[in-house]
C-alpha cells in the first residue's frame, strides 16, 4: 500500500534522525480509540519488524469515564489482531468537568491528568517508552498557538527524555499529515472511538488557528511542510533571544563532520516524502 509505505518512510526517517527507538526497547503506544493513536498502533506494529534489533510493544488504553465509552470495543480489537494490551480506568472526566473554569478549555487539564497515568502505567508492563500519536498538524498548530497566545517559539519535541526512572515519550508520528492518518486507520478496520469533552468546545484556539490554516492553504498547498520545516530550520541570529544566542555561542563546538556554528543553529529536518 502507497500510504503505508510513504508512512512508515517518514517514521523511519523521524526515528533515526532523532533515535526515538533504540535496541531493546519496550514501547507503550497510547491509544485512545481515535484515528491517529490506531494509526500508530498498527504503523508502529510494521515498523518495529523491519528494525535490525529488538523492540517490543504493547497498546495501552485508558478509559477516562467519558459517558457512553466503549472499552470492549477496543479490547476486542487489540485480542482480533493479536496485539499485547493493558486497560486502565480513571475517571478524570468528572473531574476536568468540575475543575475547569467557564470559558477554559479542557484539554489542557486534561491531557497533564492523562499523561501523568501514562506514566504510573508503563511501569506495569516495563516499558521504558511512551509512544503518543501527535502528528504534523498538532506540531504546527501548537506552534502558532504558542505564537499567538503565549509569546513564545515554541512546539511538541520528537522525544523527552524520561526523568529518573521513568519512561520517556516519543512522538513517531510528528512527520505524518493528520489527512494521511485518517486514510490509513480507515483500512486497518479499528473502531474509532473520538474524544466527546473536546468536540463539546467549538471556539477553542486550536480549531481557530486549524481554520486559519485551512484558509491560507488554500492558495499555499505546502504551507504545513513549510511551518513543520521551520521547526527545525531555527536561525537565532535573526530572531530577538540573545539569551540563546549567547548560550549557543559557548556552547562546545560539535564532532559532527559539517556541523554548522553554533551562532546558527540547524536541526536536521527533511520531513517530504
Known amino acids: 500500500m502507497a500510504l503505508e ?4 518512510s ?3 526517517r523521524l526515528n533515526r534522525a532523532f533515535s526515538l527507538i533504540e535496541s531493546g526497547d519496550r514501547v507503550m503506544v497510547a491509544c485512545s480509540g481515535g484515528k491517529d493513536s490506531w494509526a500508530m498502533l498498527h504503523l508502529l506494529r510494521h515498523y518495529v519488524t523491519r528494525l535490525p534489533f529488538p523492540v517490543s ?7 477516562q469515564g467519558q459517558p457512553g465509552f ?19 480506568y480513571a475517571d478524570t472526566y468528572s473531574v476536568v468537568i468540575e475543575q ?40 504546527v498548530e501548537t506552534l502558532l498557538m504558542n505564537m499567538m497566545f503565549s509569546g513564545r517559539l515554541r512546539t511538541m519535541p520528537p522525544k523527552l527524555e524520561a526523568e529518573g526512572e521513568g519512561a520517556a515519550v516519543i512522538r513517531p508520528l510528528l512527520w505524518c ?11 486497518c478496520d479499528v473502531p474509532i472511538l473520538p474524544c466527546n469533552l473536546c468536540g463539546t468546545q467549538p471556539n477553542t484556539q486550536r480549531r481557530r488557528v486549524k481554520a486559519l490554516l485551512a484558509e491560507l492553504e488554500r492558495d499555499n498547498p505546502r ?6 520545516a521551520s521547526a527545525g530550520n531555527v536561525e537565532p541570529d535573526h530572531l530577538l533571544d540573545q539569551d540563546l544566542v549567547r548560550r549557543l555561542a559557548n556552547a ?8 554548522t556554528p553554533p551562532a546558527r543553529l540547524r536541526v536536521i529536518v527533511d520531513p517530504v516524502a
Do not use: W
Not at 509505505?5 to 512508515?8: I, K
Not at 560539535?254 to 556541523?259: L, Q, V, Y
Open 177 to 187: 499529515a493528520e489527512d494521511d492518518l485518517g486514510a490509513y486507520a480507515q483500512t
Open 5 to 8: 509505505g510513504r508512512l512508515l
Open 252 to 259: 562546545p563546538a560539535s564532532d559532527d563532520c559539517g556541523a
Open 223 to 228: 504551507l504545513r511542510e513549510n511551518l513543520l
Open 100 to 139: 475547569t473554569p467557564e470559558g477554559k478549555t479542557f484539554c489542557s487539564r486534561c491531557s497533564r491528568m492523562r499523561r501523568g497515568i501514562l506514566h504510573r502505567v508503563a511501569a506495569k508492563p516495563g516499558a521504558n517508552k511512551i509512544a503518543l500519536g501527535h502528528h504534523r498538524d498538532d506540531l
Open 57 to 63: 510493544i504493547v497498546a495501552m488504553n485508558l478509559d
Open 10 to 12: 517518514r517514521i523511519s
Open 70 to 88: 466503549e472499552a470492549d470495543r477496543l479490547r476486542a480489537h487489540f485480542e482480533r489482531e493479536g496485539i499485547e494490551y493493558e486497560m486502565a
